[in-house]
C-alpha cells in the first residue's frame, strides 16, 4: 500500500464558535429555530438531548416537505443534513464531552493529532454506527469470516449480487492467477475470488479509507500476501493485464458534485464507464473476462439514464457480452422497508470479453 494516505473524515471545527449553548432544561423550540436560522446549537449536557433536537427537527421538515415522492423526499434529507450539521457536539481528548454517550473508537483513530474540536451530531452518529460496524463485522453466508468496513468505507448491505458473484466464480473455470478489483470497498468481491481459488488479488479504490482499511484487515487475517492494494482512479497505476477484472461500481447517476468518500460508491459521474471500458482494454489478457455487477436500480428510481453497459456494448466495439445474469433481490425486511422502491429491481452480472 501506498504510504502516508490520509483517511477522509468528518470535518471538524478547531477554533471557537458563536451559537446556542442548550441543555435539556430550556425550551426544545429555541434549539430549532437556531437551526433554521443556521446558527450552530451545542449540546451541553446529555448525548440524548441532541437526539431529542434532531427528533424535533426531522418533524419539522417532515410536515414542510410533505409530499412521498423519490426526489422531494431527498430534498428533505437535503435539508435536513444542511440544519442539522450546525448541532454540535465537543470532543476532548477523543471522548465526546456531553454525558452518557458512546464510546467511538474513530475519533483517537481519525484525529489522532487534534485534542478538541467541535463535531456535528449527525457525524457523532455517523462515527458511531461505523464504529459498531467495524467492531462487530457483517456476516456473510458467503464468507467464513466477518467483513470489518473501516470508517467511510461501503459495505453490502444486501446481499443478492454477491451470490450472483459466488455463483458464477463457481463455474468459472480459467485461469485463476491473477484478478483485478476495481473500487475493491471493503474487499468482499476480493473476499470471493480467494476462496475461490484466485491466487493474487490487485485492488484499487479512489477512497483512501478503503485502502487504509482493507490493507489493515488482510494483515489481521493473514492474507497481506495475497493483496495489492493502490489508491488511485480505477486502473491506479497497474500497468499490466490480468485474466479477471471485476467492477461493482456505483449504480447511480450523480445529479450532484460528488463528495468523497461513500457518495462515489453510490453515484457515477457520466465519464466514469467510458474512462473504465477505455482503460479495461489494455489491463485484460486476451482471454480474460471482466465481471461487472450492476442493477436496474437508476430506473427503479426514475432516472432517465441508459444502462451504461449495454451504452458501452452498442457503441464502441471493443467488448461483447458473454454472460449475463439477473436477480430480483429478497424483499427488505419490514423494518427497513420504507417506501418499497426497490420491489421492481433485479440486480444484474455482465460478463464480458474482448471483441
Ligand atoms: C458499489 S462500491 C463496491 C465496493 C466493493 N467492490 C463491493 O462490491 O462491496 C463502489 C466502489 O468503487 C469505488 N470507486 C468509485 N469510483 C471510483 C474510481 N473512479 N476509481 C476507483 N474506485 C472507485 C468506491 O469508492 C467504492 O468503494
Redesign the pocket.
Known amino acids: 500500500m501506498q504510504q502516508n494516505l490520509k483517511p477522509n473524515r468528518p470535518k471538524i471545527i478547531t477554533t471557537e464558535i458563536e451559537g446556542l449553548v442548550f441543555n435539556r432544561r430550556m425550551n426544545i423550540a429555541h434549539a430549532i429555530e437556531a437551526l433554521l436560522s443556521k446558527e450552530f446549537v451545542l449540546v451541553d449536557d446529555f448525548y440524548s438531548t441532541g437526539l431529542q433536537i434532531l427528533e424535533e427537527l426531522n418533524f419539522y421538515l417532515k410536515q414542510k416537505f410533505s409530499k412521498k415522492d423519490y426526489n422531494s423526499q431527498r430534498e428533505a434529507r437535503s435539508v435536513f443534513r444542511e440544519l442539522s450539521h450546525k448541532l454540535l457536539l465537543m470532543v476532548s481528548d477523543n471522548r465526546l464531552e456531553v454525558r452518557k454517550s458512546p464510546k467511538i473508537g474513530w475519533l483517537k483513530i481519525l484525529y489522532p493529532e487534534i485534542s478538541e474540536f467541535f463535531i456535528s451530531f449527525p457525524d457523532v452518529q455517523g462515527l458511531n454506527s461505523s464504529w459498531q460496524w467495524f467492531q462487530n463485522g457483517i456476516k456473510l453466508d458467503i464468507l467464513p469470516f466477518r467483513l470489518k468496513p473501516y470508517f467511510g468505507?461501503?459495505?453490502?448491505t444486501r446481499f443478492d449480487h454477491l451470490e450472483l458473484f459466488e455463483n458464477w466464480l463457481k463455474t468459472y473455470n480459467g485461469t485463476k492467477k491473477n484478478a483485478i478489483?476495481?473500487?475493491?470497498?471493503?474487499?468482499?468481491?476480493s473476499f470471493q475470488m480467494l476462496q475461490n481459488g484466485f491466487q493474487n488479488i490487485y485492488g484499487?479504490?479512489?477512497?483512501p479509507n478503503?485502502i487504509i482499511g482493507l490493507t489493515q484487515e488482510v494483515e489481521r487475517l493473514k492474507f497481506g500476501n495475497k493483496f495489492n492494494l493502490s489508491c488511485?482512479?480505477?486502473f491506479?497505476s497497474l500497468d499490466f493485464a490480468t485474466e479477471l477484472i471485476v467492477f461493482?461500481?456505483?449504480?447511480l447517476i450523480a445529479n450532484h458534485e460528488l463528495e468523497e468518500g461513500i457518495d462515489?460508491?453510490?453515484y457515477?459521474e457520466p465519464d466514469?464507464f467510458p474512462r473504465f471500458f477505455e482503460q479495461a482494454k489494455n489491463h485484460l489478457a486476451k482471454d480474460g473476462k471482466i465481471v461487472m455487477?450492476f442493477s436496474n436500480f437508476a430506473k427503479v428510481v426514475g432516472q432517465e439514464v441508459k444502462n451504461p453497459i449495454n451504452v458501452e456494448l452498442g457503441n464502441f466495439n471493443r467488448f461483447r457480452r458473454v454472460e449475463f445474469f439477473q436477480k430480483k433481490p429478497k424483499p427488505s425486511s419490514k423494518k427497513t422497508r420504507r417506501k418499497d422502491w426497490r420491489q421492481n429491481e433485479k440486480v444484474e452480472l455482465w460478463v464480458l470479453s474482448h471483441k
Open positions: 468505507t461501503y459495505f453490502p478489483d476495481i473500487g475493491v470497498g471493503s474487499g468482499v468481491l484499487t479504490d479512489s477512497n478503503s488511485g482512479d480505477l491506479a461493482n461500481p456505483p449504480w462515489k460508491a453510490i457515477y466514469l455487477i
